[in-house]
């Protein structure tokens, strides 16, 4: 894993923006991005809406497949990731709607419409660059702690843990879904690339467990070991747990692979 560290959380989104730019210009029109939601992307998206919004990036054939929808929230709910999706990603890159796409977590039979989730991505021709955050407990996507590392789009029932660090958006714990459907591990490691940014103490322990802990399902961000090219780009508060940032920092220094990104 690449392992990029940043002053800050406006530089991550800054990095992360221009590496997805980059794999937007190399693959062309059609590119196939993967968004999670949360807070930790925003700045990345925000940083890519810029891009659009001067003309140096046009997203509007491009299409977006979201990580994961709750289940158990009405259609059309401001926190189903569907709305999430449209107000943080859709709208604000000029994203043709038909061509964004969320897991069906309203769906009668939640199987099926993980399969069909998966039929979508694959008739896109796949995931060119899939953009993640991470959970304090070390979830991708809603894959929580021992999670199958080769799970597709299926069902899953949150952590306490996670209800409790989504409850900012809902008026109180018991207002979060317990369950939702997300891509699986091995959905997300299919994508041909994979970015993930991460700010704050808060996801200190998580970031040193995934990247120089064992791969396990304990830690689901760990399965990110066995992908062939994934870049992770931290704060210094996200990064202060690690051991060898001696060798993150010399090996992929922060503005040489902005500076590279923006090249090519
Ligand atoms: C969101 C998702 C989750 C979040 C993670 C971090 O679609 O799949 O894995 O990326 O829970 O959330 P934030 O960024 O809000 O700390």
Excluded: W
């Excluded at 807070?39 to 998206?45: A, D, F, G, I, V």
């Amino acid at each position: 894993m690449k392992v990029i560290i940043c002053e800050d959380a406006a530089q991550v989104g800054a990095v992360a923006g221009a590496k997805v730019a980059q794999v937007c210009r190399r693959v062309g029109p059609g590119v196939a991005i993967g968004v999670a939601t949360g807070s930790s992307p925003l700045e990345t998206y925000a940083d890519l809406a810029a891009r659009v919004a001067d003309g140096r990036l046009d997203l509007s054939r491009a299409y977006a497949f979201a990580l994961d929808e709750y289940v158990g929230l009405p259609q059309g709910h401001p926190e189903s990731y569907a709305e999430v999706v449209r107000r943080t990603v859709t709208e604000p890159l000029k994203m043709d709607p038909a061509r964004v796409h969320a897991p069906n977590g309203f769906a009668p039979d939640l199987a099926i419409a993980g399969a069909k989730y998966e039929g979508l991505i694959k008739a896109a021709g796949g995931i060119d660059i899939q953009i993640l955050g991470v959970g304090s407990n070390g979830h991708i996507g809603f894959n929580e702690p021992m999670s199958s590392l080769a799970s597709r789009t299926h069902k899953v029932r949150l952590t306490p843990r996670t209800r409790a660090d989504n409850a900012r958006f809902f008026e109180g714990v018991d207002q979060v879904p317990e369950y939702a459907l997300t891509q699986g591990l091995g959905t997300i490691l299919d994508a041909q690339e994979a970015i993930m940014v991460v700010q704050g103490k808060g996801k200190a322990e998580a970031v040193a467990a995934f990247i120089e802990g064992p791969v396990s399902a304990r830690m689901p961000a760990s399965v990110l070991q066995l992908h062939k090219d994934v870049t992770i780009v931290l704060d210094e508060d996200a990064a202060s747990l690690l051991e060898f940032t001696d060798y993150y920092r010399h090996t992929y220094n922060c503005r040489e692979s902005m500076a590279q990104f923006e090249e090519n």
